[in-house]
């Protein structure tokens, strides 16, 4: 099996795991994001801890895209094979200060139980706004970032043929219209969970599903160990 092959299942596998991992995160922290009184309740602590692991594995897994699929993206491009490295480490940067986000809601919920007379209304609004700090860093990780991330892989593999071009504009598809879907959550059009949201990610989910299976499947397209 040579390099490239090798490579090409790597990252197959990795960018199934992403998939994985991030439906997986967003699920488990459902009791912390939806419940407004979650630092007064009983909690749902060892959920949350799961989807917080999800999540840590997913930031992992988009490291590892951007690491696995360097060597053959630098012979096309070194610049863009540089931009999506550094893309891919900044989406899982952002994703990381969001899981720290939602585990500071879990500790204020536990330092509340052994505080008798904690003020319950300020508890929330702390709650709250680290929710909402989590909810930004979703926007612009899992979104914007990985928008861009998308477009520029997507365009490489467009122009390299590494892929099959069908699914290299899927990418790009994907990769421009979950930025315009962000930009319409940042703008109040709809909430980011929503059907309007689920609905702009469906493209770009598709893509990284396909890519996956390809690269696992076919690998890189005849001719990519020369460049």
Same mark, same amino acid.
Request: a neutral charge; proline letters at 2%.
């Given at each position: 099996?040579?390099?490239?092959?090798?490579?090409?299942?790597?990252?197959?596998?990795?960018?199934?795991?992403?998939?994985?991992?991030?439906?997986?995160?967003?699920?488990?922290?459902?009791?912390?994001?939806?419940?407004?009184?979650?630092?007064?309740?009983?909690?749902?602590?060892?959920?949350?801890? &799961?989807?917080?692991?999800c999540?840590?594995?997913?930031?992992?897994?988009?490291?590892?895209?951007?690491?696995?699929?360097?060597?053959?993206?630098?012979?096309?491009?070194?610049?863009?094979?540089?931009?999506?490295?550094?893309?891919?480490?900044?989406?899982?940067?952002?994703?990381?200060?969001?899981?720290?986000?939602?585990?500071s809601?879990?500790?204020?919920?536990?330092?509340?139980?052994?505080?008798?007379?904690?003020?319950?209304?300020? &508890?929330?609004?702390?709650?709250?706004?680290?929710?909402?700090?989590?909810?930004?860093?979703?926007?612009f990780?899992?979104?914007?970032?990985?928008?861009?991330?998308?477009?520029?892989?997507?365009?490489?593999?467009y122009?390299?043929?590494?892929?099959?071009?069908?699914?290299?504009?899927?990418?790009?598809?994907?990769?421009?219209?979950?930025?315009?879907?962000?930009?319409?959550?940042?703008?109040?059009?709809?909430?980011?969970?929503?059907?309007?949201?689920?609905?702009?990610?469906?493209?770009?989910?598709?893509?990284?599903?396909?890519?996956?299976?390809?690269?696992?499947?076919?690998?890189?397209?005849?001719?990519?160990?020369?460049?």
């Amino acid at each position: 099996m040579g390099s490239t092959r090798r490579t090409a299942i790597v990252a197959g596998v990795l960018f199934l795991v992403t998939e994985v991992a991030a439906i997986g995160g967003l699920a488990l922290y459902r009791p912390v994001l939806h419940d407004t009184g979650y630092v007064l309740g009983s909690g749902a602590d060892t959920q949350v801890f &799961l989807g917080a692991l999800c999540e840590f594995v997913l930031a992992l897994a988009v490291t590892g895209t951007g690491a696995a699929l360097y060597p053959v993206l630098r012979k096309r491009s070194e610049g863009a094979a540089i931009g999506y490295v550094c893309g891919r480490l900044l989406e899982a940067a952002v994703i990381v200060v969001g899981i720290i986000s939602v585990l500071s809601v879990v500790t204020l919920r536990r330092q509340a139980e052994g505080a008798a007379s904690a003020d319950g209304s300020s &508890l929330v609004t702390a709650g709250q706004a680290l929710v909402a700090f989590h909810d930004w860093t979703f926007l612009f990780g899992p979104n914007f970032v990985l928008g861009a991330n998308t477009l520029v892989l997507a365009g490489l593999m467009y122009t390299s043929r590494l892929i099959p071009r069908w699914i290299a504009v899927l990418g790009l598809v994907g990769g421009t219209m979950i930025c315009a879907s962000a930009t319409a959550v940042l703008f109040g059009v709809y909430e980011q969970v929503s059907a309007a949201g689920s609905l702009a990610a469906l493209p770009v989910f598709a893509w990284e599903v396909t890519l996956a299976v390809r690269l696992l499947a076919k690998g890189f397209d005849a001719g990519a160990d020369a460049a």
